[in-house]
């Protein structure tokens, strides 16, 4: 029996008739321990929906793999019946919907083992960065997690992984041993750097969810405790001085520090503090990993030029590394977009301040924009990565915002984008994957690969998955 894999019906259900489709779940349960739910069934709903609530899809089917071998026999069940294949952890960077397609969403495969001998760390596929982040501080250690730990660790890794330690150890991607994955045709298979090395290759950095699902990493820890890190608050109206000032004084830093000026319109909502609630600010945020006073002496260069409106920098357990972000951990329906830029020029810094922060009595559309200083081991590791286009620039640009509206939806895309085409001269050009979701995954993730990575990339997605099955993350093709 085929399940319809390639026009499903506007609500996501392929031609099966009920009869067919209760046997074929039917089926798929039989063979696993997990779960597994039709749009019918009442665990569908909390199935489907991840963190980003602007991901509505509607697959044909939801496998909640227990084990790997739950997410082989899912795979191989997709196989046989032609259906297309989505992975969803816990939802933070959906790709393309996934509208009509065997969903497996990794959420019940949590486990979380350290070596502190080897500093390794093995995670499972739905685990996220929590757990890892404090079982390693157990052992002195510390994972290269992003701005904040409610993050799934193997999605992010897959997609490149930029956090506070970034210039000092590189992007996640960089520091992984191993990936146990299956594969599209459902074998299992362990890549490393000796064992399968071109597909260990594309997984780092460069194929997130288009080779197969990934069940298992190992990644490298670091000797990581104390930093010193936090936020220093200045008025909205001194963004383009401060991200000129970012833009000289950023590149003089040691890699001991990973830092970002972010431009912030926090939403007067009352789950946001009272001193930021309903308020924009320019901050200089990030995290010092090395002597505490000499970081401290580095951001005192900031509180002498001019003393901050708020002062969060402080010495912090790495455990608390969340609070440089403030992420959210309530799910939230958002965009996302972003761009790799070589410098920030004076007219990118004018662009940016006048298109996020709003002007006096209008709603500002753009929650955030944030941009990151790479370099440092961010860029050492390019030369040897899938995803090296753009990872060598000096700086990260995200732009965010949060859809409180679905009617506010194509006016916060257009303002996302309008940003993006006024800042085109002064950007690379080239998308860092994490940082791209829904339809922009599928349309923009080449742009991440030189010409020879991409063309290197398809081939072993074609030897891999040559029906193209494997179509809802990062498209390689
Ligand atoms: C609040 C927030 C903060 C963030 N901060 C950072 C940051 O600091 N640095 C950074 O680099 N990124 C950051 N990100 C982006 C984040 O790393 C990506 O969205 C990442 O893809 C999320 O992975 P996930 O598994 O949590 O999400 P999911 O939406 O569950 O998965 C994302 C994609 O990864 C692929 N995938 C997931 N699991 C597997 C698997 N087992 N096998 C194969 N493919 C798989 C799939 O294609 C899936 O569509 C942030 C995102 C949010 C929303």
Redesign the pocket.
């Known amino acids: 029996m085929t399940i319809q894999t390639t026009s499903p019906s506007p609500t996501g259900d392929s031609d099966l008739t009920v009869r067919a489709r209760t046997s074929v779940l039917a089926d798929l349960a039989d063979r696993i321990s997990g779960a597994v739910h039709g749009p019918d069934d009442a665990g569908y709903d909390a199935a489907r929906c991840?963190?980003?609530l602007l991901s509505d899809h509607r697959p044909a089917v939801i496998a909640v793999p227990s084990n790997r071998f739950d997410v082989a026999e899912a795979v191989r069940f997709a196989a046989a019946e032609g259906l297309r294949v989505a992975?969803?952890?816990?939802?933070?960077?959906?790709?393309p919907s996934a509208d009509g397609a065997l969903l497996i969403n990794?959420s019940e495969m949590t486990d979380v083992s350290i070596d502190p001998i080897a500093r390794t760390a093995t995670v499972g596929?739905g685990a996220k960065w929590a757990p890892a982040l404090e079982q390693a501080q157990r052992h002195g250690l510390a994972p290269l997690l992003?701005?904040?730990t409610d993050?799934?660790v193997?999605?992010?890794t897959?997609?490149?992984?930029?956090?506070w330690l970034g210039r000092k150890y590189g992007l996640a991607s960089d520091a992984v041993r191993s990936f146990d994955l299956v594969t599209p045709d459902g074998n299992p298979l362990r890549v490393s750097a000796t064992s399968h090395p071109d597909i260990f290759w594309a997984l780092k950095g460069g194929g997130?969810?288009s080779i197969g699902?990934?069940t298992d990493v190992v990644i490298d820890l670091f000797p990581v405790t104390t930093v010193y890190a936090g936020n220093l608050l200045y008025s909205a109206e001194d963004a383009p001085e401060i991200m000129r000032r970012f833009s000289e004084w950023a590149p003089d830093q040691s890699e001991d520090l990973t830092s970002a000026v972010t431009l912030m319109n926090f939403p007067p909502l009352d789950i946001v503090p009272e001193p930021f609630r309903g308020k924009s600010f320019t901050m200089i945020r990030g995290c010092w990993s090395g002597d505490l006073d000499l970081g401290r002496s580095v951001i005192d260069e900031w509180r002498n030029w001019k003393t901050p409106e708020v002062d969060m920098w402080a010495e912090m357990p790495f455990t608390a590394a969340d609070a440089i972000s403030m992420?959210?951990t309530d799910p939230v329906p958002?965009m996302v977009t972003t761009e790799w830029m070589d410098e920030l020029t004076g007219e990118a810094a004018d662009i940016l301040a006048s298109r996020v922060l709003p002007s006096p009595g209008a709603m500002p559309l753009i929650l955030f924009a944030e941009i990151r200083h790479a370099g440092g081991a961010v860029s050492r590791g390019a030369a040897a990565s899938p995803n090296d286009r753009g990872r060598d620039g000096t700086f990260l640009l995200e732009l965010a915002s949060i859809v409180p509206d679905p009617q506010l939806a194509l006016a916060v895309e257009s303002a996302l984008r309008l940003t993006r085409e006024a800042l085109a001269p002064f950007v690379t050009g080239a998308a860092y994957l994490?940082?791209l979701e829904g339809e922009e995954k599928s349309e923009r993730s080449t742009s991440a690969f030189s010409e020879a990575n991409r063309r290197r990339l398809a081939a072993i997605k074609a030897a891999l998955d040559p029906e193209n099955r494997f179509c809802?993350?990062v498209s390689l093709v």
């Open positions: 991840g963190f980003n992975i969803q952890a816990t939802g933070h960077g959906p790709g990794t596929a992003g701005s904040t993050v799934g193997v999605g992010y897959l997609g490149g992984g930029f956090g997130a969810g699902v990934v992420d959210p958002a994490n940082f809802h993350g």
